[in-house]
């Protein structure tokens, strides 16, 4: 298959470039920061809102595109006008540009958590929970989606959304998300330092290794809409975890003492990200995404992958 | 309270000003055509994309906007890239201008059951039906549903948004609207003209009078919002009725034979406007909407209101 991934230097892009190479696709990558597009794939340097590069990337035909550049929670909160220019306005435009170069292509798009809102119902979150973003970027992401939803059904793309939980373990540095402290205690332990959790333990996460989020995506490209809900939208499968017992998990794996976590809440910071109630998920997996099974495996998979 | 209207010239904007008027607010109306907005009012004649022209309503303040103005269903179909300007760019820099003014103003948007899509379950709608839109015009205006919600979460408005279903009964003439035949219908009868209705008697439509539209416009100006789902946007109480009985009602009423109507039906057109299931609103009238109670009270609203 031709598969374009735009964002295909990022974290879970260059996890996924690799996987569809290595299952023979050929793959267009875009990406700001094209150097970090892996070997093999053609790679695009620029920014997703440029018509020109938009144009290039879908020359030569394409059967599939994912979706994944973006501009991140934090900094579209920061930026609302550029999370509008690029999470909508370049979004669309190429969507009616893979819909115009014919083929009804599969188009899968990396939505977010991030569109269900806060608060969160405490009693859990389920596929009925109604939408409503509160994030600058959950709510471009969840505008998107109706996009993906009505562009599929008018026949121009065969669109899947999914929404990602937060993915495990990013590179450490400055990526733009609020929630990078979840895979900062990686890097801190793996190493042996000191880290301050800016959470209580108790605080309770939606996780997925970047390896299953990859797995995802690849099934995301050739599974039957037909097990889809209408809206063609999905959250991802997670495992709800507590700061603690991912800390206590990564010590152990790492032959370290959980001991080295402190634990100073931010309780604006906790309320965003780590009072995640209980998740059921029964589109995803009936349409067959899946989880990391225990947190076990999550936090080996997360561990095996650290950069 | 001052107001702004948009599309204060249309067939729901007229009545609403009207409306707002009477019980002593101070309305700022805009339209292409300022000509039609009721006398009273401030009118601003113009397109809503213009940016001079959303300041220049917003200026010296602003309690309350009601967001009539669109680019209709069928003329979002031919122009896809007008419903885009319009529906989504025009609104969302409206929204954002009405925010930046401050007072967290009230910001009543009207959407459409276009956003529901096709085909519609047939064993009926209700508040827990997923957004799936077909059409251009109802995938925009889910969007914005999206928008509404997101600003309103972050406190910038205080944003309502009411699903129309069809309002009887539109003047006549080309209004880009695909479901005219449902207005059209009232005219020849009233009338005494023979009409060629382009459905089958059985096909079912959702409606309601222009009157209470109107009326639910003004109610949802100071509904209280915690009454309200998390999205913001409820489904307008609506009667489903099919076209014979309300051919025959119109009739009875306009003291013609209901053998003036001949059934012609466009099966594309009727799968769109006229196969309508069974619809249930409790989160609608829960908050205060209503319907016209029985289809002898809308026809007769329906005919008491024919231009």
Redesign the interface.
């Known amino acids: 298959m031709k598969i374009v991934v735009t964002g295909a230097g990022g974290f879970v892009g260059r996890h996924l470039v690799d996987r569809l190479l290595a299952r023979g696709n050929e793959v267009t990558g875009i990406d700001t920061h094209a150097a970090a597009i892996p070997a093999g794939a053609r790679a695009l340097a620029g920014d997703i809102g440029d018509a020109v590069l938009q144009k290039e990337a879908l020359a030569g035909g394409c059967d599939a595109l994912v979706h994944l550049a973006t501009v991140p929670g934090g900094a579209a909160e920061t930026d609302p006008a550029a999370s ?1 220019r690029i999470n909508i306005d370049a979004m ?1 435009d190429l969507v009616e540009r893979a819909a115009a170069a014919g083929g009804r292509p599969r188009f899968v798009y990396a939505s977010s958590i991030a569109v269900l ?2 608060p969160l119902p405490e009693t859990g979150v389920d596929d ?1 929970t ?7 970027y ?2 471009h992401k ?3 989606e ?2 993906i ?3 599929s ?2 026949g121009a793309i065969d669109g899947v959304t999914v929404r990602l939980p937060g993915i495990l373990a990013r590179p450490r540095g400055p990526s733009g998300m609020k929630s990078a402290f979840m895979s900062d205690l990686f890097h801190a332990l793996k190493a042996g330092e000191s880290f301050t959790c800016p959470t209580r333990p108790e605080a309770t996460i939606w996780a997925q290794s970047v390896a299953r989020c990859a797995d995802n995506f690849v099934h995301a490209l050739t599974c039957e809409t037909r097990l889809l ?4 939208a999905v959250t991802l499968p997670a495992l709800r975890i507590s700061m603690g017992a991912m800390a206590e998990e990564i010590a152990r794996q790492c032959g370290v003492s959980a001991g080295l976590v402190s634990w100073v809440p931010d309780p604006r910071l906790e309320a965003a990200f780590g009072a995640y109630p209980p998740l059921t998920t029964p589109a995803a997996e009936h349409a067959g995404f899946a989880n990391d099974g225990t947190v076990a495996k999550l936090v080996a998979s997360a561990l095996s992958t650290l950069e």
């Open positions: 509008r669309y809102g806060h009925s109604p939408l409503s973003p509160e994030l600058i959950g709510g969840a505008m998107m109706v996009a939803a009505m562009f059904n008018r809900p209408p809206t063609r």
